[in-house]
């Protein structure tokens, strides 16, 4: 049965919940869920805003049958090909075989490589390009890079509405409102708008604040994504938040401890640290790497100040937990962090210097204090020199 959402007076929401996927893009946990969104703007023409993923495709058609009662579908803009989006662009096309796509040069070419398309309905657009389709009229922005190069987005700009594409989306289903002011945001979903932040387009942070600048001399007043909720209000909270993460800022002040141990004496190394910064007044927390999800991981490292990597040596390497980790900062350019290195071995302790080799390759990373090297279990010396290395992590923290 069609479940649809009036968003303004004929923009209509068409999208649906995917709850039982198990890794989104086949690499993040999503146990929350994630939506599909796509909008149906009803003017003198019909224009649908992007499809869905073939898993809420039953719906996402009776959702649109039912919103279009009857009417032509007029134009299909395409903001980004990834089939999270478009595995239903085939179908639709088969459903409403007059309907005009409007999208990108790219994408143009990107359709051909997906589906078995002759393209001939396919008006290509770019930044700065405006249609009329009735009472309102749509304009095109390029957003290469957020997150593939194909990305634009449009606006409407009579009412002011943003479909901002994948930009300003959030893991985790929604729960029924599809606004995000009619939910605790920022409690129950901050988290994962953050994760999703880093994972999917954290690498592209000159890219988006290329975007953020473009949206600046737009009169924003509705952001229609293509994940999560729709936002209405406190779209300044919204973008601040953009701007941050985008510059590679920390967004917040804080401590983080990673370790990855095989028997529990790097563990016992790291949670002496966490319990000498917390001493300290430093705000502090704790990961087993090899226990949370790489995403989270992730997240984590850019949300906060200052990281202390723990890893015991293996096989004459970093721990493959925090080997994988550390590769997958670097793949999304991170940096600007201090940083301080423990590592363990119980015959020719390594994993300190290969780590500290990974971050040196990263931008502006600072390292604190003195590497300490636990052999095989934490002694009273050992425990001195991580003490000493809590010192310094706080004199840093509070310069
Ligand atoms: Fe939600 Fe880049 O696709």
């Known amino acids: 049965m069609q479940n649809i959402t009036k968003i303004t007076d004929g923009l209509i929401y068409l999208g649906g919940n995917d709850r039982r996927i198990a890794l989104f893009e086949s690499a993040f946990s999503v146990p929350a869920g994630v939506s599909y969104n796509s909008y149906l703007l009803l003017d003198e023409k019909t224009v649908l805003f992007?499809?869905?993923d073939s898993a809420v495709s039953d719906l996402f058609f009776e959702n649109l049958e039912h919103a279009l009662a009857g009417r032509a579908l007029d134009y299909l803009v395409i903001h980004h090909m990834e089939p999270?989006?478009?595995?239903?662009?085939?179908?639709?096309i088969e459903k409403h075989p007059n309907v005009q796509i409007v999208t990108s040069q790219k994408t143009s070419g990107m359709l051909k490589n997906y589906f078995p398309l002759s393209c001939e309905n396919v008006q290509v657009v770019k930044e700065g390009d405006t249609m009329?389709?009735?009472?309102?009229?749509i304009s095109f922005v390029s957003a290469p890079m957020v997150h593939w190069p194909e990305v634009m987005m449009s606006f409407i700009p009579e009412e002011g509405i943003l479909f901002s594409a994948d930009a300003f989306g959030t893991f985790g289903a929604l729960g029924g409102a599809i606004f995000a002011d009619e939910v605790n945001f920022e409690r129950d979903y901050l988290d994962e708008a953050?994760?999703?932040y880093f994972n999917i387009v954290g690498k592209y942070g000159i890219q988006v604040q290329n975007v953020l600048k473009k949206a600046a001399k737009l009169n924003?007043?509705?952001?229609?994504p293509l994940h999560g909720h729709v936002w209405r209000k406190d779209l300044g909270w919204l973008l601040a938040k953009y701007d941050v993460w985008s510059k590679y800022e920390p967004e917040e002040r804080g401590a983080v401890v990673f370790y990855a141990s095989v028997y529990g004496h790097t563990q016992n190394a790291a949670e002496i640290v966490a319990a000498e910064l917390a001493k300290r007044g430093v705000p502090v927390k704790v990961y087993d790497v090899s226990h949370t999800h790489v995403s989270n991981l992730l997240a984590e490292a850019f949300r906060y100040s200052h990281l202390v990597f723990c890893s015991t040596t293996y096989n004459n390497g970093i721990f493959i937990s925090m080997e994988n980790f550390i590769s997958d900062l670097k793949a999304h350019f991170f940096q600007n962090r201090s940083y301080a290195l423990v590592e363990n071995g119980s015959w020719s302790p390594q994993a300190g210097a290969?780590?500290?080799?990974?971050?040196?390759?990263?931008?502006?990373?600072?390292k604190v204090g003195e590497k300490v090297t636990v052999l095989s279990s934490v002694k009273e010396e050992t425990r001195a020199e991580l003490s000493a290395l809590?010192?310094?992590?706080t004199a840093d923290f509070g310069a």
């Open 50 to 52: 992007d499809t869905v």
């Open 84 to 92: 999270d989006h478009s595995a239903t662009v085939f179908r639709l």
């Open 132 to 137: 009329s389709v009735g009472k309102r009229s």
């Open 194 to 196: 953050r994760r999703y």
């Open 220 to 224: 924003i007043k509705l952001i229609c």
């Open 354 to 366: 290969l780590m500290e080799k990974e971050f040196s390759e990263m931008k502006s990373m600072r």
């Open 390 to 393: 809590a010192e310094a992590l």
